[in-house]
């Protein structure tokens, strides 16, 4: 017996880009739409967004794919959200107006503010609760970087005017047309106040930093319905679909990739890259840079996982592009590759706003090290390329220490996963083997399973595994010495990298 027809739209609200993908039962994509979002960079450090140019982009990528359903729009079931992480967004709670620009979380505006909390000794109490680190990163910091600069914006929180959220929820307040302030697990996981124990905002630290509670979204479940989203009905008054499925966007790959299994690793290579394991019940506790998270949490069940954060992945592909200017479309990087697989001896060092795990070292900026008068742009570009691989391998290497384990194989998605080059290269210096699924947006397709189960499209995840197809492998051929010597080059590129400040 053939099942009904049935469609899901899939929100992915990226830190470049707006995009939504309608899928069918079979994880097929129908349809998609993208539309890029603005970055300003007024200062150094500095990385903000326009909150309603987000929802903006966001309406109008829903309206493309709206057009080109036709009428098959009617089985589209549910809507899944998932969405770049950290981000900080406080608006007007009566006119949903947004108070100041979205801070994107590669933003380093408030690493003053998170030098003092360190220097003042919170950096145990934050690790202990909330699994992170004290960090510009998180959200945290940032509300507290807006509340410091605009004391007005805090006295209006504390009248019960404000309200905060990641850009899940701001989406959602915007879709339900107030009616919602709601923030699954997973995106309260980040923000630095959600203690991942209890599950619940911890009022110890909403105290410590003086947080009004109110500004707080409700935390629900990353599967369930919600409400409808109301706000379509002035595209189509036909529209009366479910908002399904939170979840943050590595969260969301994580699932997407479908590692359900305590030991399953994914990396996205994204604008940043996001190694995460899923470590099933347990929380695990990291010494070596890694944080501990929040996975998911559906069907009463919370599943945890250990994640290492590089903040330039992909984005050191766009600073080729946009600007170095020594290539004119992303994909250009392969070209590179092909006239020449060497970096000559050259290696990259893309801190251009710090470095994440195992570092977390805030005031490195990026550097370039073995130049000669034989190196090329080729050399250059694929030195940039390889950095992401061992950036990767920087997270891998603290992976395996802090959960015991060996890892064999890795999943991988995102933009640059479909540069070959690269995802030869990472096999190679993880010396482990890279399965590459036949659809890389598996970020819109996690969201887009959470809400299908959320509305019986899928039985359970055995189905969704069935789903879930494997496009290439991609198997180790660098010598043992060969890797080793090259890896020990990038370390010692790092510790220059890091002695080196203005």
Not at 397 to 410: D, F, Q, R, Y
Request: charged share 25%.
């Amino acid at each position: 017996m053939n099942k009904e027809k049935s469609y899901i739209l899939a929100i992915d609200q990226g830190t470049t880009s707006s995009r939504v993908i309608v899928f069918d039962e079979n994880a097929n994509v129908v349809t998609s739409s993208q539309l890029e979002v603005g970055i300003f960079c007024t200062h150094s450090g500095w990385v903000e967004q326009n909150p309603e140019e987000i929802l903006e982009t966001v309406y109008e990528c829903i309206k493309m794919v709206l057009r080109t359903l036709g009428d098959e729009k009617k089985f589209i079931k549910a809507i899944g959200i998932t969405n770049q992480r950290e981000t900080t967004i406080l608006w007007d709670k009566n006119t949903m107006k947004p108070l100041y620009h979205a801070i994107v979380w590669q933003s380093r505006q408030s690493q003053d503010i998170c030098e003092r909390w360190i220097n003042n000794g919170y950096e145990e109490i934050i690790s202990k609760k909330t699994g992170l680190k004290i960090n510009p990163y998180f959200s945290l910091s940032k509300i507290a970087w807006i509340f410091e600069q605009y004391p007005e914006i805090k006295e209006k929180a504390k009248r019960n005017e404000v309200l905060f959220g990641t850009v899940d929820s701001y989406l959602v307040y915007s879709l339900t047309k107030g009616k919602c302030h709601i923030t699954d697990y997973t995106n309260a996981s980040r923000t630095m106040l959600f203690n991942i124990h209890q599950l619940e905002w911890d009022k110890e630290l909403l105290s410590l930093f003086d947080i009004p509670v109110s500004i707080l979204p409700n935390v629900v479940s990353s599967s369930e319905i919600y409400e409808e989203a109301t706000a379509l009905n002035e595209i189509d008054s036909s529209l009366h679909i479910p908002i399904a499925s939170m979840i943050g966007d590595q969260q969301s790959s994580l699932f997407g990739q479908c590692c359900f299994t305590k030991g399953d690793v994914k990396n996205t290579y994204g604008t940043g890259c996001f190694m995460l394991m899923n470590t099933g019940k347990e929380i695990v506790s990291s010494s070596d840079g890694l944080l501990t998270t929040i996975a998911w949490n559906y069907n009463g069940k919370t599943t945890y996982a250990l994640e290492g954060s590089v903040f330039v992945g992909g984005s050191a592909v766009q600073w080729l592009r946009d600007g170095m200017k020594l290539i004119e479309k992303s994909k250009d990087v392969e070209k590179s590759s092909d006239i020449t697989k060497d970096t000559n001896g050259v290696y990259v060092v893309p801190a251009f706003v710090g470095l994440g795990t195992p570092y977390w070292d805030n005031d490195a900026r990026g550097a370039v090290f073995g130049l000669t008068r034989f190196s090329t742009k080729e050399h250059f570009i694929n030195a940039t390329v390889e950095s992401i691989a061992y950036q990767s391998k920087d997270v891998m290497e603290c992976m395996k220490k802090s959960a015991n384990t060996n890892i064999s194989s890795l999943m991988v998605d995102g933009g640059a996963s479909s540069n070959n080059y690269l995802m030869q290269f990472q096999s190679d210096i993880l010396d482990c083997k890279i399965m590459r699924p036949e659809c890389v947006e598996t970020t819109a397709m996690g969201a887009m399973f959470l809400a299908g189960l959320a509305t019986n499209v899928f039985k359970n995840e055995e189905e969704l595994k069935r789903l879930h197809r494997i496009n290439q492998i991609f198997l180790p051929t660098m010598t043992k010495e060969e890797r080793n010597n090259k890896y020990k080059g990038w370390k010692k590129a790092v510790e220059a990298t890091r002695i080196f400040k203005l």
